[in-house]
């Protein structure tokens, strides 16, 4: 089935690691984006990346980085995680920049102690 | 600031109609968009309106205004499986969503 696959599904992590959200699409999609999901607020944007080989900051980039080798995989990394960066994260795509729908993952639920 | 407001949760019978507001202010308009969310699960699209109006589909309906920052869902004759998250989300003029925080709705008997 097409869409977005998202690992790991959940991690609790220790203050002070790192870890590498994954994400996988197979609909070709060219943009991606990063959001994280926390009680109260709205999806909040961590990175997109509008086509293979460029990325660009959302709203809450701090903490976060990504790369876009391929059309297909948009890895987000954090590279010393905090408590606050306790969250679902949710990866999704669209056609291009700006396109609708988005297409969602099913999301990681990260727990950092 | 860019800012997208409605309500926190609502509660409503099975087989009745409810109507989930939203208001947005946003840096230049290209489209107001309406998500379902199950718990646990990931958003799923449920419709866009860039013209104001009503655009129908099936028991949902969304409402805009543009002049007046204003969008609606409409759901029909709920049902159980109705019970989610409703996000309302607005795209600025840089293609970028801002979303609401979502309105958690609840279904009884």
């Known amino acids: 089935t097409a869409g977005i696959t998202q690992a790991p599904t959940s991690q609790i992590l220790a203050a002070g690691r790192s870890m590498t959200l994954r994400c996988t699409q197979d609909?070709?999609?060219?943009?991606m984006y990063w959001y994280r999901q926390d009680l109260g607020l709205g999806l909040r944007l961590i990175h997109y990346?509008?086509?293979?080989?460029?990325?660009g900051k959302g709203e809450v980039p701090d903490g976060y980085s990504v790369s876009r080798a391929n059309t297909d995989d948009f890895p987000l990394t954090l590279a010393s995680a905090v408590p606050s960066q306790t969250s679902v994260y949710f990866c999704?795509?669209?056609?291009?920049?700006?396109?609708?729908?988005?297409?969602f993952g099913n999301g990681t639920r990260l727990t950092v102690t | 600031g860019q800012n997208i407001d409605q309500p926190t949760e609502m509660t409503a019978t099975e087989g009745a109609i409810v109507q989930i507001n939203c208001t947005y202010q946003?840096?230049?308009?290209?489209?107001l968009f309406w998500y379902q969310q199950h718990a646990g699960e990931a958003p799923t699209f449920l419709s866009y309106n860039v013209l104001d109006g009503l655009e129908e589909k099936g028991r949902f309906s969304s409402f805009l205004s543009r002049s007046k920052g204003y969008s609606y869902l409409l759901l029909k004759e709920l049902q159980m499986k109705d019970s989610a998250s409703y996000l309302c989300a607005s795209m600025d003029s840089n293609y970028q969503l801002i979303w609401g925080a979502g309105t958690k709705l609840i279904i009884k008997p």
């Open positions: 999704a795509s669209s056609r291009s920049p700006g396109d609708s729908p988005l297409h």
């Open positions: 609909m070709r999609h060219n943009a």
């Open positions: 990346s509008n086509t293979a080989g460029t990325t």
């Open positions: 946003t840096s230049g308009f290209n489209g």
